[in-house]
């Protein structure tokens, strides 16, 4: 069985312990999720994630809309 969690870049960033790249992001990361307490992020649904998009695309009508007009 595989285990996916999703971590919040900001709950692994006190785990960081120098200048940011990617073997220390994973060492990071790993460290993170090793922790008993930690938080993860639910993943999204497919509906979830086109009511995104939906809005996604809702405000940049709006956005261009605007610039048009002024």
Do not use: G, W
């Amino acid at each position: 069985m595989v285990f996916i969690a999703c971590l919040h870049p900001s709950l692994r960033c006190p785990f960081v312990k120098s200048n940011k790249n990617d073997y220390r992001d994973a060492e990071a990361i790993a460290e993170a999720v090793e922790r008993e307490n930690m938080r993860f992020v639910p993943i999204k649904t497919e509906d979830q994630l086109d009511l995104q998009a939906l809005h996604r695309v809702r405000d940049r009508l709006v956005a261009r809309r605007t610039s048009v007009i002024n």
